[in-house]
C-alpha cells in the first residue's frame, strides 16, 4: 500500500488521458469515465500542481457522479496524502471506512498515511531543533566576539 502513495504516473499515460479529457472538454462533453481517468493519472503526478488539479477533479466528480464516489473518495485519499494533507486524507478515509468499516484496503492506506504524518512531525521536529541550536550557535558566538573587544 505504500506504493500507493508513491506511485509516479508514466508521462505517456498522463498524456493519454490528457489529450482524451481535453477533446471531451472542447466538445463540451466530458465523461465521468474520462475525468476520472485523467484525475487518477494526475494524483500519481510528481509535480504537487498536478496532483492538487486532479484533486479538484476528483471532488468535483465525487459531488456531481454518484456512480463512482468509492473509487473518488479513494484517490482523493491518495491525493491528499501525497501533498501532504494528511487531515483530510484521513477524513476521506474515515469517511470511507465509517460505510466499509472491514476494507483492508483503506485500513492499509489509514495506516500509512499515519506512518507518513507521524515521520513528517518528526521531520519537523528535527529541523525546528537543528534551526534552534543554529541560532543557540550564533549567539554564542556572538557573546564571545563582544567579550573579545
Known sequence: MADVLSEIVLPEDLKKFEKIYHEQL???????????????CLVRSKY?????????????LYRNDVEGQRDYLYYLAIGNARIKEYA???GYV????????GNVQLI????NITKKMQKEGQRG????G???????????VGVALAKNK
Not at 492499509?108 to 495506516?111: D, F, H, I, R, V
Not at 537543528?130 to 554564542?140: D, K, N, R
Request: glycine letters at 6%.
Open 94 to 101: 474515515r469517511s470511507f471506512l465509517s460505510i466499509e468499516p
Open 125 to 128: 521536529i528535527f529541523v525546528a
Open 130 to 140: 537543528g534551526a534552534l541550536l543554529a541560532v543557540g550557535a550564533l549567539v554564542g
Open 26 to 40: 472542447y466538445r463540451n462533453d466530458v465523461t465521468p469515465k474520462a475525468k476520472f481517468e485523467y484525475a487518477w
Open 48 to 60: 504537487p500542481a498536478d496532483i492538487q488539479k486532479g484533486i479538484v477533479l476528483l471532488e468535483d
Open 108 to 111: 492499509s492506506l489509514k495506516e
Open 88 to 90: 483530510k486524507a484521513l
